[in-house]
């Protein structure tokens, strides 16, 4: 099986490139525990995370959010990876150079969440503001929360 190409993402740290075999058991590996993919990008790549990481108390990792919108709509739990999801493809492939580089730039800085006043509070770690020029925010309760 030939080596996939993914974007490593722990909590708070900086993304890294890998190499991995693109078994189900190299991909659980990473996301400590069984996976969960989602689609919250437009071009063909699927953000995979630990399907309990929430329920489990797995760190908080980064946010998401939607194009044009200041406020996360959800925050992952623990280390995931971006890897490619063509459509139609029976597989998860490795990312394109442009790929990694865009998803690199997307989560550089590490993001730190407190819970404050019934919300959550995002603060950038590392200086930054963890989403391009943003600052940081407070969000009403995530789902999963």
């Known amino acids: 099986m030939r080596a996939m190409r993914i974007l490593k993402i722990e909590p708070e740290k900086a993304p890294v490139e890998a190499e991995i075999t693109g078994t189900l058991d190299s ?4 996301v400590g ?12 790549t699927a953000l995979l995370c630990n399907d309990e990481g929430k329920i489990l108390g797995l760190p908080l990792n980064r946010a998401l959010f939607l194009p044009g919108e200041s406020q996360p709509y959800d925050i992952i739990a623990g280390t995931f990876f971006i890897c490619g999801a063509p459509e139609n493809a029976e597989r998860f492939t490795s990312l394109t150079e442009e790929q990694l580089q865009r ?3 997307i989560f550089e800085i590490p993001q730190l969440f407190l819970p ?3 919300k959550i509070l995002v603060i950038p770690l590392g200086g930054g503001d963890g989403r391009g020029k943003q600052q940081s925010q407070s969000i009403g309760k995530a789902p999963g929360f």
């Open 27 to 30: 991909m659980q590996e990473i």
């Open 33 to 44: 525990g069984t996976i969960q993919a989602i689609y919250p990008f437009e071009d063909a």
């Open 103 to 105: 998803y690199k730039q």
């Open 116 to 118: 404050v006043g019934g």
